[in-house]
């Protein structure tokens, strides 16, 4: 897919996510026993929103280049920057360019060797 309905597609997820947090948190204050269950049910929406930070996951690949590209999104803090240079070294570190590289040689290899069959 291209990048313009990639972002359609993130932003459509990300507007979801964002009006179903605010109905959970209007919801749990309903009532005194909706706050209750919110304060009982605190460290588990802690951990929920842990995981689903956008910030740590911030940067998007480029493939297809002789290096190593990772785009940060634009209204990042500096938590999903610090995630972006994070996932460049780690990439880095570990050869991911030279290894693609490789594997789509081999990949194209073993297409010619199937087209002279």
């Known amino acids: 897919t291209d990048g313009f309905t990639g972002n359609i597609a993130l932003k459509t997820a990300e507007g979801t996510a964002k009006q179903i947090g605010e109905y959970l948190r209007a919801a749990m204050g309903?009532?005194?026993?909706?706050?209750?269950?919110?304060v009982l049910a605190q460290g588990a929406f802690r951990a929920l929103k842990e995981k689903l930070d956008p910030r740590q996951l911030n940067g998007g690949i480029f493939l297809g280049l002789n290096g190593i590209v990772v785009k940060s999104h634009g209204g990042t803090d500096a938590t999903g920057f610090a995630c972006a240079i994070d996932l460049a070294y780690d990439m880095a570190s570990n050869g991911v360019v030279e290894?693609?590289?490789?594997?789509v040689a081999r990949f194209?290899?073993?297409l010619e060797l199937e087209g002279a069959a």
């Open 30 to 38: 309903r009532s005194l026993l909706a706050r209750l269950g919110a």
């Open 99 to 103: 290894r693609l590289a490789s594997e």
């Open 108 to 110: 194209h290899a073993k």
